[in-house]
């Protein structure tokens, strides 16, 4: 028995009647020989940590625009908080952490530059529209290892293209994973950003802690590690008291924090300044989309490789903006259409 298999006989000993095991994994598309160490989960965590598009994470739009304040979350820290929330959880419910972690940083790989303001542009002038869950889901079978992929076992992909939160109820069976552990990292997802952009919002300016309802933060807390603890605390509790496959959260809790996300959206994500910044975004990307698809030479001259066979011009260029960081998608902006000064005699 290799360490590999005194691990899983080890996770099957300890871990919930309800929790994914990694030696009953469905697989993957491509077989690959196991690892003697590492179980599937942690190897697909592992690839998730070392590709491109998880190091890019660091130079994309959260809330604020490329912020100078180093204390503003990026969408990269974004992540490594839904990872830790989301194995507290795990860890609590005795699910599989290594599964839990793995779509945990993985669930915003297909983000655009710009946060949800690059999305919405790549949705509007894409023919075929853009959704950043899907791209996630593209980027690990199609855009990373210049067209190979990395070939991520089931579990995680079916949690990666299930972190969607839309704006209804919580529990919603359209967005529920296969997996307690990736409905675990779908909340988690909520708890994260509900509280870290209360905080960057404060930090900004833009509202103080005192302009939140209060019947919002008496349920949930006045601190960040108030809130999340309430939060975490209740779903774990919740969760272990239903006894399903299935993470659940109280109906007190849960109404605060729907409630606090529409706070957030209507005072912070509109606010004029906030959606001044987004809207001159949008027009970045739908330039560089424009400029790109009207100039195939010279597009296929910066993205070279085809990753897939047939790909039309406008799939790609879709693929390379939504790839950009923010700092990237502004250089090449300012690159292709700001004028530079004459340096001549």
Known sequence: MNIRERYQAIEAKVLSPYAALSSRTKGRKKFEKPCSIRTPYQRDRDRIIHCKAFRRMKHKTQVFLSPTNDHYRTRLTHVIEVSQIARTISRALLLNEDLTEAIALGHDL???PFGHAGEAALNE??????????????VVEVLERNGDGLNLTHEVLDGIAKH??????????????????????????????????????????????????????????????????????????????LGEKKVVISAEVEEAMVGLREYLFNTVYMNEKISRTFQMAQKVIKELY????????????????????????????????????????????????????????
């Open 125 to 138: 002038i894409y023919p075929d529209g853009f959704k950043h869950v899907i791209h996630s889901v593209r």
């Open 164 to 241: 969607s939160k839309g704006m209804g109820p919580l529990d919603n069976p359209r967005y529920r994973a296969e997996t307690m552990e990736g409905q675990v990292v779908r909340i988690s997802d909520l708890v994260a950003y509900a509280n870290h952009d209360l905080d960057d919002a404060v930090r900004s300016g833009i509202i103080t802690i005192d302009d939140v309802p209060g019947k919002y933060l008496d349920v949930l807390g006045k601190t960040g590690s108030e809130r999340i603890n309430r939060m975490v605390t209740d779903i774990v509790n919740e969760t272990n008291t």
């Open 290 to 345: 424009q400029y790109f698809t009207e100039n195939e030479e010279h597009f296929w001259k910066l993205y070279p490789k085809k990753r897939e066979k047939d790909i039309t011009t406008e799939r790609a260029v879709c693929d390379f903006i939504a790839g950009m960081t923010d700092s990237y998608a502004l250089s090449m902006y300012e690159k292709l259409f700001v004028p530079k000064r004459w340096e001549g005699d």
């Open 110 to 112: 297909g983000h655009t």
